[in-house]
């Protein structure tokens, strides 16, 4: 069981780092005028929202912590 929690755990967070990057590269993206605020919206709800899936998984399999 740990060993398949240690793996899980490894996924899970090379999964929120991704997003992370892909949430700051965004914001650089902005500030530099190379992305639209709008665009800049649908990153960050999509950044939010899958952090959102992410905990309610973790949260189900796992329970409360």
Do not use: C, P
Not at 8 to 35: C, H, M, P, Q
Not at 40 to 64: F, P
């Amino acid at each position: 069981m740990s060993r398949m929690k240690a793996a899980l755990d490894r996924y899970v967070e090379k999964f929120i780092s991704r997003k992370f990057l892909a949430w700051g590269t965004a914001t650089y993206l902005i500030f530099s005028g190379n992305l639209t605020s709008e665009d800049w919206v649908a990153v960050t709800l999509a950044y939010i929202g899958s952090q959102a899936l992410v905990d309610l998984a973790t949260q189900w399999k796992h329970g409360k912590q």
